[in-house]
């Protein structure tokens, strides 16, 4: 017998309340599914289901047998799964969480037309580097000086403003004696990375910014949610300007930018992952076009 296939055919007759229904979602012809259930109560020793009235039911026993098939059948694809991955060395990438999941798909999918095979783990600069130091992840699109950067994307401020003029100084945002609430500019957690915030938040002081105009929000939206009031700004690139419906402006005062590299605890990976997968990569990380990148 297997006990699996038989598991499967009970899982789906149960759910579904009928043999013919259950096993056309299980795959199987009914009289394919009526042998299986009928060897797994063989097996088991006693029914699992009623069949007694027009509706087929689950026995007292068949309940308390329900969730321990259902485990086994999940651990078998577990398993399928696991054997899978191994036979196409496939790996876990961690990715920006900030990245589209439409972005994502085609970077997946692009791989594989290259005989490249790995799922993405989305999550935040600092967690992506723990990932790849526990040994969580085979590789990670990191986030690095925008010098050092295989790609950069390049960032300014947005805000659900009329566009006027073509940057925005930050020492625009000097705080008044109007009584008017101080203008922040509100950090993605994609950016809370030295290279970015300690940055901006030297510059925001040099131009006489407080330093609370500076914050750091714990998500995209939330960071979002400032700027779509009207007095607040989002640090962000012009593409993710676009996606949330503000107005974008590059800082006068310095130029600010991502950057990113790819680490990879194999070296051919990792430059495989540089070169046939770099347009790919691009799009993930929002990088505007091939001269944005090295």
């Known amino acids: 017998m297997d006990l699996i296939a038989s598991c499967v055919a009970f899982i789906a007759v149960s759910r579904h309340a009928s043999f013919t229904h259950g096993a056309a979602a299980a795959g199987i012809p009914q009289p394919v599914a009526s042998r299986r259930i009928a060897a797994l109560e063989q097996h088991l020793g006693a029914p699992v289901l009623d069949r007694t009235s027009r509706t087929v039911t689950l ?15 999940d651990f078998a694809d577990v398993l399928s799964d696991a054997a899978d991955r191994s036979r196409r060395k496939a790996f876990d990438l961690a990715v920006p969480a900030c990245s589209t999941p439409l972005a994502l798909a085609r970077l997946i999918a692009e791989a594989e037309r290259h005989d ?34 295989t790609w950069q ?39 809370d990375v030295p290279h970015v915030l ?14 609370h105009q ?36 590059p800082i006068g005062e310095e130029a600010f930018a991502r950057g990113y590299d790819v680490v ?25 076009d091939e001269e944005n990148q090295q």
């Open 153 to 191: 994307v390049p960032l300014g401020v947005a805000g659900d403003l009329p566009r006027t003029g073509p940057t925005l100084y930050l020492e625009q945002l000097r705080p008044d004696r109007g009584g008017e609430a101080d203008r922040r500019v509100w950090v993605q957690p994609e950016d």
């Open 59 to 73: 026995t007292p026993f068949g309940r308390d047998m329900l969730a321990s098939a259902q485990r086994l059948v």
């Open 198 to 211: 300690d940055r901006i938040v030297r510059l925001a002081g040099a131009v006489g910014l407080h330093r």
């Open 264 to 288: 990879c605890t194999s070296k051919d990976d990792g430059r495989r992952l540089r070169t046939i997968l770099s347009a790919a990569i691009a799009a993930c990380v929002g990088a505007e």
């Open 214 to 249: 500076i914050a750091t929000a714990r998500s995209v939206p939330g960071a979002v949610a400032r700027g779509l009031g009207g007095h607040d700004l989002v640090l962000c690139s012009r593409a993710e300007a676009d996606s949330f419906g503000l107005s974008w402006w």
């Open 116 to 149: 490249l095979f790995f799922d993405v783990v989305p999550a935040d600069p600092g967690v992506r580097t723990d990932l790849m130091r526990a040994g969580e992840v085979h590789a990670s699109i990191t986030a690095v000086p925008a010098a050092d950067g």
